[in-house]
């Protein structure tokens, strides 16, 4: 899963952080009201037309709630301010988030797959398919409307849980289409197994999502570097100062919405430590010209002196982008 976060950022400068929290919990609250009226939906849909993939769509839907919950609680608690006990803030908590939707999204696989299987053993025939089909062409409606606002309020805000929320909700994008479908073929071919065959194909993509989703909240929890290109740019800009310092033991992470970089700097071992901080403080200002709310740490070190590194114990690809020219 990717996402074009660079761009996210840049926009959601231009917001205060005041309108950026009223948006996230907007498109948080919206999502567990669809979330609540659609399960009741599929509930109707799937008694009256004993369809298994309504069904398993009211199962996902029932699913979507709890996860819903989670980002609008997430949501509250990452956006309050460093503690003494959090000095890093609490903009992880949204990672965790997106842990947890991707396990209620493996759960309703699982589910959705084990139904189907024994729907094709016990040859199960459906009835009333006209109101099944009409009221999952009102889901996918409401679920397109809703996936339109959260993708909006991602970019403004860069929030990892209300990205991982939206794609959620694509997933039931074409889960409901596979449902349509399968419907239409049952109405008008009377092919009853293709119920449960779509409904299998649906659970496999659920899997195959909440492993994507899964990987990528654990990479953020982890501290997975940034980009390349974001860790490019850090030795670019300081390059960019009047000294040209080198640096090296540069790492970067996540913090959940904001950046954190540290990094020893090189500088003229001669220079009174008042220079070597006022030479520091230029590096980090030209630092937040492009990432404004990033948390940077700067280690001054004099210049030639060898010392132990972390950049001599590293390994793997990650590595390949070197700190020194």
Not at 2 to 11: E, N, Q, V
Not at 123 to 145: C, F, N, P
Not at 205 to 234: N, P
Not at 283 to 293: G, H, M, W
Request: hydrophobic residues 45%.
């Amino acid at each position: 899963m990717s996402y074009p976060l660079k761009i996210w950022r840049k926009l959601s400068v231009l917001l205060p952080q005041n309108k950026i929290d009223r948006l996230k919990k907007i498109a948080a609250i919206s999502s567990v009201s669809l979330a609540v009226g659609l399960c009741l939906l599929k509930v109707i849909g799937a008694a009256l037309s004993g369809s298994l993939s309504i069904f398993s769509s009211m199962i996902d839907s029932l699913s979507d709630i709890i996860a819903s919950l989670i980002t609008l609680i997430s949501i509250r608690i990452s956006g309050r301010p460093a503690s003494c006990d959090y000095r890093y803030g609490y903009g992880k908590v949204e990672a965790l988030s997106a842990l947890a939707q991707a396990l209620f999204i493996a759960v309703s696989g699982g589910f959705i797959l084990y139904d189907a299987i024994w729907r094709l053993i016990e040859h199960r025939y459906l009835s009333q398919t006209v109101i099944g089909i009409a009221i999952m062409v009102i889901s996918l409606i409401l679920t397109l409307i809703l996936v339109a606002f959260q993708r909006h309020v991602a970019k403004l805000t860069n929030s990892q849980a209300i990205m991982a929320d939206s794609q959620h909700y694509s997933v039931d994008i074409y889960t409901n289409l596979a449902i349509i479908a399968s419907l239409a073929v049952i109405y008008w071919w009377h092919i009853y197994w293709i119920d449960a065959a779509m409904a299998i194909a649906a659970a496999i993509y659920l899997l195959h999502v909440a492993w994507k989703l899964g990987r990528y909240a654990a990479s953020l929890l982890l501290d997975k570097e940034l980009g390349e290109d974001i860790r490019r740019r850090v030795i670019e800009i300081v390059a960019s100062h009047p000294l040209h310092p080198d640096i090296h033991d540069l790492r970067t992470r996540d913090l959940g919405g904001h950046y954190m970089f540290e990094f020893h700097l090189e500088l003229d071992g001669a220079q009174s430590l008042l220079e070597a901080h006022r030479h520091t403080e230029e590096v980090e200002t030209l630092l937040r010209q492009t990432y404004p709310d990033a948390q940077i740490i700067i280690h001054q070190d004099p210049k030639g002196i060898d010392e132990e590194r972390l950049d001599r114990h590293l390994t793997g690809s990650g590595c390949s982008i070197s700190t020194k020219p």
